[in-house]
């Protein structure tokens, strides 16, 4: 009975523990798996394998089931689906891009464009990530951004630099911010949520990154 009760109680302190780092431990699996989806689409790989523990931890969706067995491991498809890697040091930010349309499985997966025509090439080019609260992944610590921070977009016909030029917050409906105005120089509209409402569950307004580019 004593040795059950000890082990009991080591057991509650490490769950404790894990509780406690649980947002720590989560950004450190999603840097591992975004480092190895970056790295096999700079290799020109088609599919980067992401095992269920880590599926689990980092909540990546993946085409594999439930378990960890080889057969289960099938990962996340890259090679159609992915446009380039997002890059804002002073932000943290290190994301794979996957092309639109939008979905919530991409926007576990890293950032992505809006729209299912977009494309790298457009005069201004939206990219939707998630606020992950109180883990360094994804959009959340875009508001780190300042104006004249340099955005890095890398794709396969190489690295285009940006200079962010406004931030500002919108209302959901104010989709013209990603109109596109031809004869301008091109820029990236990063889009993420902002002012959550704890009463509605609701994030009631969106923060909009606005950055031209220089390189």
Same mark, same amino acid.
């Given at each position: 009975m004593?040795?059950?009760?000890r082990?009991?109680? %080591?057991a509650?302190i490490i769950?404790a523990?894990?509780?406690?780092?649980w947002q =720590?431990?989560r950004e450190?699996f999603t840097?591992?798996?975004?480092?190895?989806?970056?790295?096999?689409?700079?290799?020109g790989?088609s599919?980067?394998?992401?095992?269920?523990?880590?599926s689990?931890? &980092?909540?990546i969706? &993946?085409e594999?089931?439930?378990?960890?067995?080889?057969?289960?491991?099938?990962?996340i498809?890259?090679?159609?689906?992915?446009?380039?890697v997002?890059?804002?040091?002073?932000?943290?930010?290190n994301?794979?891009?996957?092309?639109?349309?939008? &979905?919530?499985?991409?926007?576990?997966n890293? %950032?992505?464009?809006v729209?299912?025509?977009?494309?790298?090439d457009?005069?201004n080019?939206?990219?939707?990530?998630h606020?992950?609260?109180?883990?360094?992944?994804?959009?959340n610590?875009?508001?780190?951004?300042?104006?004249?921070d340099?955005?890095?977009?890398?794709?396969? =016909?190489?690295?285009r630099?940006?200079e962010? &030029?406004?931030?500002?917050?919108?209302?959901p409906?104010q989709?013209? %911010?990603?109109d596109?105005r031809?004869g301008?120089?091109?820029?990236?509209?990063?889009?993420?949520?902002?002012?959550?409402?704890?009463?509605?569950?609701l994030?009631?307004?969106?923060?909009? %990154?606005k950055?031209?580019?220089?390189?």
């Amino acid at each position: 009975m004593r040795v059950f009760l000890r082990l009991l109680g %080591v057991a509650m302190i490490i769950s404790a523990a894990v509780l406690f780092f649980w947002q =720590d431990i989560r950004e450190i699996f999603t840097d591992r798996v975004n480092d190895r989806i970056i790295e096999a689409y700079q290799n020109g790989e088609s599919s980067v394998d992401v095992g269920g523990f880590e599926s689990m931890v &980092t909540g990546i969706s &993946t085409e594999a089931g439930d378990d960890d067995t080889e057969e289960a491991r099938e990962g996340i498809n890259i090679g159609e689906g992915m446009a380039g890697v997002l890059k804002i040091d002073s932000a943290g930010i290190n994301e794979p891009v996957f092309e639109g349309p939008v &979905t919530e499985e991409k926007m576990k997966n890293g %950032v992505s464009f809006v729209n299912g025509t977009d494309h790298p090439d457009m005069q201004n080019i939206p990219i939707a990530g998630h606020r992950v609260e109180g883990a360094g992944i994804r959009f959340n610590y875009l508001d780190r951004a300042s104006v004249g921070d340099r955005i890095e977009f890398i794709t396969e =016909d190489g690295t285009r630099v940006y200079e962010i &030029t406004d931030i500002f917050d919108v209302n959901p409906s104010q989709v013209e %911010v990603m109109d596109q105005r031809e004869g301008q120089p091109q820029q990236l509209t990063l889009i993420t949520c902002e002012d959550y409402n704890p009463e509605t569950l609701l994030f009631e307004k969106r923060m909009i %990154v606005k950055a031209t580019i220089v390189e």
